[in-house]
């Protein structure tokens, strides 16, 4: 049998694991002097909002059941949510890897040799066998791996709020993109009523010239004019293909895979958004989870720089059998082991540790300043979004009562017109008129939806920052 280590050498052991610490500053979330309220939050909002569900899908708002399926196709096939996803993998190994250091390295060991010598002038050959195990461990006596523990786990949840980050801003864009598309086909829509229209003023001209009561002019700036709308209704179908093209590629297909017809009749509910309130903003957005978890990232790195000043104990053991032949290789004269423990210090590097850790300090320092950063850009894109809002339901207000005005005013000049009390002129001028108020009234929803779009993606979309689960529990767990 293996002769068994002293039991006054184990106890020396656990008492230097007892009293082994971790080196370097625990970690404490950076401070912000966070607002009670924000600016821009009016009285335009929900009277008592109700907390964002972040099991509910936010687009579903919209009341759109075309967008709800495009929303599944990204989530099934965008390649940058891919990407996200490897790279959460990624850091889930990595921290797999700053753990394996708290547990000692075993080795197997087999070998055959047959060697011929000469020693005195008297040659001989024989053959050797062996077969080992062998051990090393490195108490964590300073904290070393455990902060490279801490810091690969803050990695993991970082990386998992990317994860979250990139499904969001994925989300808001093809929400976007395709709010605008069907903006854009309610502009073809206006277009198309307003070229047909322009076309039987352009008879009514031609009719008039005919019977000698309108002059050339009204004919030609008739035809201008219907020339113009459809011009402008041209242009509206390459805006249109590029909104498509862009759905097709966020949904993870080549835009000749990809076409969405238009819908005949397009009414998207403009959800109110609640925004709560600017300190659940920290738990709500995933780009400021994720730089809180790399200043704790980087703080573990201040600990792992700093461990290198110590000393490193390294414990080793090995075992196993050698002889001269198969045949007694199993045999009791045959055993061999080793003890050992080693201590080793550097004395000397030049300043390389001292500059290791001066650059965790400074790791650190940028990582908080640019949470501090991602904080007071996530406060601005909230009040932006509240802003624009509502100053856009103000505005959307005139401008329905522009577009009444001018339908009215375009229908009073063409009667005059047909009654010979007013010219051609002041037709087109009020038919110019009516096309810009409705088109803006078309453009401002567009608008609108886009901002509660990007209010939604602003306050989190509804998402939370979760407890990430350690990269082992998640292995183990059933």
């Not at 002038?121 to 080992?132: C, F, I």
């Not at 109110?272 to 980087?298: K, N, T, Y």
Request: net charge neutral; proline share 5%; aromatic share 6%.
């Amino acid at each position: 049998m293996f002769r068994s280590p002293r039991p006054t050498a184990a106890a020396l052991l656990a008492s230097a694991l007892l009293a082994a610490c971790a080196v370097g500053p625990d970690y404490v979330r950076p401070t912000l002097d966070l607002p009670a309220a924000y600016k821009e939050a009016g009285d335009w909002t929900a009277a008592a909002p109700q907390p964002a569900d972040s099991r509910q899908p936010w687009w579903e708002a919209y009341g759109d059941a075309t967008l709800n399926g495009l929303m599944a196709d990204a989530a099934r096939a965008n390649q940058d949510l891919r990407v996200a996803e490897a790279q959460y993998r990624q850091a889930q190994a990595l921290a797999q890897e700053a753990r394996a250091g708290l547990y000692p390295t075993v080795g197997a060991s087999a070998g055959a040799a047959r060697a011929r010598t000469n020693s005195s002038g008297s040659a001989k050959t024989a053959s050797t066998d062996s077969l080992g195990l062998s051990a090393s461990w490195a108490p964590d006596l300073w904290g070393g791996v455990r902060r490279g523990i801490e810091a690969g786990e803050a990695d993991v949840q970082a990386s998992a709020d990317d994860l979250a980050g990139a499904q969001l801003s994925i989300q808001a864009a093809l929400a976007q993109d395709y709010l605008q598309l069907r903006s854009t086909d309610q502009l073809r829509d206006l277009y198309a009523a307003t070229t047909a229209a322009y076309a039987r003023a352009l008879q009514l001209t031609q009719s008039q010239r005919a019977a000698g009561v309108a002059l050339a002019s009204d004919v030609a700036l008739a035809e201008s004019q219907l020339a113009s709308a459809q011009a402008a209704a041209t242009d509206l179908d390459a805006t249109r293909a590029l909104l498509e093209h862009a759905i097709a590629v966020l949904t993870g297909r080549a835009p000749a895979q990809f076409s969405l017809a238009p819908l005949p009749a397009f009414s998207a509910t403009l959800p109110a958004a609640p925004v709560g309130l600017p300190s659940q903003l920290l738990e709500r957005r995933p780009d400021v989870a994720a730089a809180e978890r790399r200043v704790a990232a980087a703080n573990a790195g201040i600990g792992v720089a700093r461990a290198a000043h110590y000393p490193n104990l390294v414990l080793s053991a090995g075992g196993g059998f050698s002889a001269a032949g198969l045949a007694g290789l199993f045999s009791t004269p045959s055993r061999v082991w080793s003890l050992g423990a080693a201590l080793a210090q550097t004395l000397f590097d030049g300043g390389l540790r001292d500059a290791r850790d001066a650059q965790a300090v400074a790791t650190f320092d940028a990582a908080a300043a640019t949470y501090k950063q991602t904080v007071l850009a996530a406060f601005q894109q909230v009040e932006d979004q509240l802003a624009t809002l509502r100053v856009l339901e103000r505005e959307a207000g005139y401008q329905d009562q522009a577009v009444r005005a001018g339908q009215a005013a375009e229908r009073m000049a063409l009667a005059q017109y047909r009654g010979g009390t007013a010219s051609y002129l002041t037709v087109v001028t009020a038919q110019t008129q009516s096309l810009a108020n409705q088109r803006a009234a078309v453009q401002l929803r567009g608008r609108q939806l886009a901002a509660s779009v990007a209010l939604v993606a602003a306050t989190g979309g509804g998402w939370s920052a979760d407890p990430i689960p350690s990269p082992v529990a998640a292995q183990t767990s059933p």
